[in-house]
């Protein structure tokens, strides 16, 4: 994939950039193991623009499904912790 | 008084950006874990709507498909395993 | 607790206060709109008909996916598991169970709603094609989430006939894929227990 640049501007910048801020802040501040993973969630919502934004729609694609299968992983190792407990 | 020119492109975009912010704050504020779920699926609608307005390639519908999908398995996954697991898995 | 009413009375210039207060920020409103250095319109409106034309795109894309999740009997009872959680937690906050059921469906497995966004994705890019890819897309993803319906298929199919009829109108699949976020706005992100009231009369009204 070639460098592209698609059309981010300055408010989206915030915009995006204020997404990860809020996903960073609510998950160390959360307590709650499963509202922490909701949290992950919003903050790579608000990498993902970026990634597509500078052309690299392969990344963005491995991206979006990587994070989902992880989140995926780490409750089915925890419920089987507990189980297994 | 200068006149700047905006397509429909520009102002979908901060409908979908502003809407993001807006769901995402409401994630946050929410106490009951199982009802955070719609608010994330709204956001993931305004993130899969600005990927692909931010750059029209046919490659986009790719990634906005697999963004979507992906938060959706996601969501179904947290819900599912909240309240007494998920049987078939074991 | 009669003083105090009399006093309220008695306040006849909070009006007028209100009044001058709002007539100097509206003429201070045209100058801080002038002086604001974003690329928006700076100029006496913004450019008529791309608000409206959102708009009415919202309430199309609303109308074609609450149809054809009624049609495929979304709300009668819950997909997967998930959905079932989300509905008994909608329930016991006040609002009715079939409208839990439809908002769980949509949250857990790809249904209408998002059949028809990624559906005015495509279209916005490539036209037919890309919303036909998109429906494609949409089907994968339905066999991925183990989810023996067809909604999402449907729904994508539906809209993107739909809105590249539309186009041909003068709107841009743009306007849909901003509508459709608006749209799924007012379903689940402003107020789970309306929505759902709304959902339930609406899932009675069919029957």
Redesign the interface.
Known sequence: MQE?C???????VF??A??LV??TG?TIFET?P??K???L??LI??V??FI??Q?L??V??AV??I???T??FI??VT?RSE?GT | MEVAVINP??IA??AC??I??YS??R??AEKN?LK??PF?NV??FA?AG??A???P?P??I??AA??FI??T??SN??AS??AG??RE?? | MEPEKHEEMCCKPAPIFSGIGAFVIFSKMKTFIRLTP??VYVGERRMPGDIESILIAAIVSWVLFITIDILFGLPKHGGVSGAREIAAAIEKGGGEIHGGYMMGNIVCSPDASAGTLLAACGVYIAGIPGGLAAAVLVYIGNRICYDPGYAGTTGALAATFVIYGFTLLGFSAAHFIAGMVIAILTIQGISHLHASRLISHIWRWRL
């Open positions: 592209v698609g059309r981010m501007n300055e408010f989206l915009a995006f204020g997404l809020l996903g609510a709650d499963f509202k993973l909701i949290s969630s919003i919502g608000g993902i623009p597509v934004d052309g729609l392969d963005a694609t979006a499904l994070a989902p299968l989140t995926i409750l089915m419920r189980r | 492109q520009e975009l901060y950006a502003a993001a912010v995402a704050i994630v946050i874990t955070k779920l994330i956001m993931s993130v600005s990927i307005l931010l750059l390639h490659l986009t790719l990634a697999a963004y992906g938060t398995l996601e996954a947290i395993t909240y697991g998920v898995d074991e | 974003v690329p």
